[in-house]
């Protein structure tokens, strides 16, 4: 099977084929979830609530993130490998760059993500304009959590819907290759997804979104309050391979998320 690449995550948008993608925090569930057919690892910085405990995803340092990124990476044979850039280490264009280069560098990460809208636009341009692929990520941004005041469904009202749009539009503009839809009405992110012309990856923003992505923790039930978006995989079935193959699958044929799991 060939590598993955922007390229051919790009060709699957155009071509409708639905990108499955999960996160993925250390070498041992790499070959089971490329063997299912993982497009796309994220070394999310859920890391730090879901593998070091934590109430939220702020005490991740970019220290912790270059070491998953790696563990990732070394076992990695052909899917695409996102890292995320941690809380405050992106909060200039300059740190930003200097963020990017150890996660690509030492992390062997192929992209980074960030979180935010208008207030990266800056940043964004500078990390693309070096060479660096960014993912953006509207909606719910755990890293804001405490301005957000909690872990909410964003753009439901008319004038957060619109800045969402906007944003989503000007990120693209500003260079990004990708975006992520966190807890977003699925009705707007299918719109969103329709308006831009790189890959839109949804998690608890309904089935139109050009690809999904779920927390590995979540999928494979160790989670102790499941996220309403989420789903168990593992439950009915006999391992690890066969719950990340029926999240593949269901994901690529559309079946996943379900009305349950979609939200409102
Ligand atoms: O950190 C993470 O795992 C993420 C996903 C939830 C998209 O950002």
Known sequence: ??????????????????????TCYDAGFVPALEQAGVDVLLVGDSLGMVVQGHSSTLPVTLDHMVY???CVARARGRAFLIADMPF???AEPGQALATAARLMKEGGAHMVKLEGGESQLHTVKSLSGQGVPVCAHLGLQPQSVHRLGGYRVQGADGDSAEAMRK?????????????????????????????????????????????QV???????GLTPRMPRFAKDFLKGRGSIAEAAAAYVNDVRRGAFPEAEQVLR
């Open 1 to 22: 099977m060939k590598n993955v690449t922007i390229s051919t995550l790009a060709r699957m948008k155009r071509d409708g084929e639905k990108i499955a993608m999960l």
């Open 68 to 70: 998953h990124t790696a």
């Open 88 to 90: 405050m280490s992106y």
């Open 167 to 211: 944003d989503a539009l000007a990120l693209q503009a500003a260079g990004a290759q990708m975006l992520v839809l966190e807890c977003v009405p699925a009705e707007l992110a299918r719109e969103i997804s329709g308006r831009l012309c790189i890959p839109v990856i949804g998690i608890g923003a309904g089935r139109d979104c050009d690809g």
């Open 214 to 220: 779920l927390v590995l923790y979540d999928v494979l």
